[in-house]
């Protein structure tokens, strides 16, 4: 077929690796999103859902309502039941990438655990696709001197946010 992509194999391997470690080695805690002191978290001895079960499945349904009729490759939908089932249905690999991006920042670590993670959204449905199909970002490395590693924290930053194009401004030649 002309134009398509051709995936690795291992393209869902690797974003679950991305996935594990911004949830559990990065180890997030909103502690700037509550008072100081508060008690946010919610009690490791209490009642807990836990996720049993990961399902992935490559078909998507998104209701007629949605405010994206052209859906796009990047949907997806995310559901977490209450007995700890998760259901990630998507349309391609980049919808994969999209969604666990999306699941990464549902869960925070916490402060009382050196494993325990958790979210205080389930059980809860997330329906997305993206408004616009050129989410991208301009770095203009010609004029501006930008060491490697920025840039490389800069695409990392991108995939955080869905954002899908980097334009490198590297010459300012006419050619």
């Known amino acids: 077929m002309p134009g398509a992509i051709n995936y690795?194999?291992?393209l869902l391997e690797v974003a679950f690796q991305r996935f594990k470690s911004?949830?559990?080695s990065e180890r997030f805690v909103p502690y700037k999103f509550h008072p100081r002191k508060a008690q946010f978290e919610p009690s490791l001895d209490g009642t807990r859902i836990f996720i049993k079960e990961i399902i992935i499945e490559g078909s998507l349904v998104m209701s007629q309502e949605s405010e994206h009729p052209a859906v796009s490759r990047d949907a997806y939908s995310i559901g977490i039941s209450s007995d700890g089932t998760m259901l990630i249905s998507i349309l391609s690999p980049?919808?994969?990438l999209r969604?666990?991006?999306?699941?990464a920042q549902l869960f925070y670590a916490h402060s009382g655990s050196e494993k325990d993670v958790y979210t205080l959204y389930a059980p809860l449905v997330v329906k997305d696709a993206l408004a616009?199909?050129?989410?991208?970002l301009n770095l203009d490395i010609?004029?501006?001197w930008i060491p490697p590693q920025d840039v490389l924290r800069?695409?990392?930053a991108?995939?955080?946010?869905?954002?899908?194009k980097l334009h490198l401004h590297a010459t300012d030649a006419q050619s």
């Open 94 to 96: 980049e919808g994969n």
């Open 99 to 103: 969604a666990l991006e999306t699941l």
């Open 142 to 144: 010609s004029r501006n």
């Open 132 to 136: 616009f199909e050129h989410r991208g």
């Open 154 to 156: 800069t695409i990392e």
């Open 22 to 24: 911004r949830v559990f």
């Open 158 to 164: 991108m995939g955080f946010n869905k954002l899908n």
């Open 8 to 10: 690795p194999q291992d």
